[in-house]
């Protein structure tokens, strides 16, 4: 057989719906749902059938070493890294050998500037007359008033 059981089941689904929606224009509810559910076994059965028939007109899928290599293919994680620690130290002897001391490195590869922590300014509020204060708020009052 061709497929899966997931194609008989939106094959049901589909033939419930199609069944629903010309039968509920008639019919009572009641009836409209067991017709319905008559239908998603009939259509159930059906894509049985068509999946049967496709399957023998199609054939079995080939049988080849290399059709069974293909389907394994990404089902196990090797956790192994493989050993590079000397390409790595001849790496670093590279580095090494090219930055001697007292020449300058170039401007993307200076040493970055130490640690300094942020030191913003202090906020200070401004001492204000209370009199003035209050003038302030009877002016807003008054706008809001008009």
Same mark, same amino acid.
């Given at each position: 057989?061709?497929?899966?059981?997931?194609?008989?089941?939106?094959?049901?689904?589909? #033939?419930? &719906?199609?069944?629903?929606?010309?039968?509920? #224009?008639?019919? #009572?509810?009641?009836?409209?749902?067991?017709? #319905?559910?008559?239908?998603?076994?009939?259509?159930?059965?059906?894509?049985?059938?068509?999946?049967?028939?496709?399957?023998?007109?199609?054939?079995?899928?080939?049988?080849?070493?290399?059709?069974?290599?293909?389907?394994?293919?990404?089902?196990?994680?090797?956790?192994?890294?493989? !050993?590079?620690?000397? %390409?790595?130290?001849?790496?670093?002897?590279?580095?090494?050998?090219?930055?001697?001391?007292?020449?300058? &490195?170039?401007?993307?590869?200076?040493?970055? =500037?130490?640690?300094?922590?942020?030191?913003?300014?202090?906020?200070?509020?401004?001492?204000? !007359?209370?009199?003035?204060?209050? /003038?302030?708020?009877?002016?807003?009052? %008054?706008? /809001? =008033?008009?």
């Amino acid at each position: 057989m061709i497929g899966s059981i997931r194609w008989n089941i939106v094959f049901a689904g589909f #033939g419930t &719906l199609l069944t629903v929606v010309f039968s509920s #224009g008639v019919n #009572g509810l009641g009836v409209t749902m067991l017709r #319905g559910l008559y239908a998603a076994i009939a259509f159930f059965i059906l894509a049985y059938v068509l999946r049967l028939v496709l399957g023998l007109i199609v054939g079995p899928p080939p049988a080849s070493d290399e059709a069974d290599g293909v389907e394994d293919r990404g089902t196990v994680l090797d956790m192994a890294t493989p !050993d590079d620690a000397e %390409d790595l130290n001849r790496l670093l002897r590279d580095q090494m050998n090219e930055s001697a001391p007292g020449t300058e &490195l170039p401007e993307q590869e200076q040493p970055p =500037e130490p640690f300094r922590p942020l030191s913003p300014p202090k906020l200070v509020s401004k001492q204000q !007359d209370p009199e003035q204060l209050a /003038e302030a708020l009877r002016k807003l009052k %008054d706008q /809001e =008033e008009d």
